[in-house]
Nanobody, 126 residues
């Protein structure tokens, strides 16, 4: 079982930055891939970024070059550094985790992630 606590959201002006954190309570963090998704009311959950157990990062095209996902394996924390934020980035952001699985390098499918944080709101004003 993995418990996730995400934090760091807030209100920021367009062009500003925020850093989201996701603390995982598990003794096997290095066996876990982490990801960030976001949701706007009335829309489907959207993939943002993921980082594999081996620290390889993948991004949605909409955030590539602006967002950076990273992980601290000692502290069992994943981060999402968000720079040059745009009003379209406004959403509830959720961290997610899945255990390493043979044959699966990475995935943007939210149904492949078994564990979820409670969400943190990001609001970008124009």
């Amino acid at each position: 079982q993995v418990q996730l606590v995400d934090s760091g959201g807030g209100l920021v002006q367009a062009g500003g930055s925020l850093r989201l954190s996701c603390a995982a309570s598990t003794g096997t963090f290095t066996d876990i891939a982490m990801a960030w998704f976001r949701r706007v009311p009335g829309k489907e959950r959207e993939f943002v970024a993921t980082i594999t157990e081996d620290s390889k990062a993948y991004y949605a095209d909409s955030v590539k070059g602006r967002f950076t996902i990273s992980r601290d394996n000692v502290g069992s924390i994943a981060y999402l550094q968000m720079d040059n934020l745009k009003p379209d980035d406004t959403a509830m952001y959720y961290c997610a985790a899945r255990y390493r699985r043979a044959g699966l390098v990475t995935t943007t499918n939210p149904y492949e992630y078994s564990y979820w944080g409670q969400g943190t709101q990001v609001t970008v004003s124009s």
